[in-house]
């Protein structure tokens, strides 16, 4: 069980760090809460079923990963892989773009 609980921990780590930028208004709470429960979940899982008990449903979940990424957001107009065009992105997320940065130097 600590070995899936690690490798989940890792991923979860890596995947909040890396891809922090495609959801830039959840609070730092909620992704704590959000990976506590993954964890907890991971937990569980791990001691009912053993290691096919995670494997599995970890394996399941990127059936749907792929036809999002690959297939319907191309679709829609934005890349799977970078989510350009961003506006819309944000469109179809129904989110407000984050504000650019400030206090750029003038350049005078």
């Known amino acids: 069980m600590g070995c899936h609980l690690l490798a989940a921990a890792a ?3 890596a995947g909040n760090i890396l891809f922090r930028h495609f959801d830039p208004h959840l609070s730092l709470g909620r992704r704590l809460l959000k990976s506590g429960v993954a964890l907890g979940i991971t937990a569980l899982v791990s001691y009912y079923f053993g290691t096919s008990g995670v494997l599995v449903p ?6 749907p990963l792929v036809y999002v990424h690959g297939y319907w957001l191309p679709k829609q107009g934005i ?3 970078t989510a350009e065009l961003r506006d819309k992105y944000y469109a179809l997320r129904r989110i407000q ?3 650019p940065p400030t206090g750029e130097p003038s350049g005078e």
């Open 11 to 13: 991923l979860l780590f």
């Open 79 to 81: 890349n799977g892989w």
């Open 58 to 63: 970890g394996g399941l979940a990127f059936i």
């Open 97 to 99: 773009p984050p504000d």
